[in-house]
Nanobody, 117 residues
């Protein structure tokens, strides 16, 4: 059974930092591309950051320069470090695991991030 469990969301003030973690189980983690996506109320889900099985990273323009995605294959975890948070970062953040060669795509349950003063 595949599980992606996010943690680290919460309420923060503009300009603060937040670290989201995703613990994966039930998959051969090192073979999966991992990513963080978010969905704000009334909007479509969008990519925040991804990291391939080989470690290549990509970021949405809206978070580039203040966000870092990293993975630890030994611990089956992927971390999203977000700095200088803005009100527009408010959303539910979802962890994603994807293995395109097998057509596999998994989602976590999401964690709420609210940026407000």
């Amino acid at each position: 059974q595949v599980q992606l469990v996010e943690s680290g969301g919460g309420l923060v003030q503009p300009g603060e930092s937040l670290r989201l973690s995703c613990a994966a189980s039930g998959i051969f983690f090192e073979m999966y591309a991992m990513g963080w996506y978010r969905q704000a109320p009334g909007k479509q889900r969008e990519m925040v950051a991804t990291i391939s099985a080989g470690g290549s990273r990509s970021y949405a323009d809206s978070v580039k320069g203040r966000t870092t995605i990293s993975r630890d294959d030994a611990k089956n975890t992927v971390v999203l470090q977000m700095n200088n948070l803005k009100r527009e970062d408010t959303a539910v953040y979802y962890c994603n695991a994807k293995r395109s060669d097998r057509g596999q795509n998994y989602w976590g349950q999401g964690t709420q991030v609210t940026v407000s003063s």
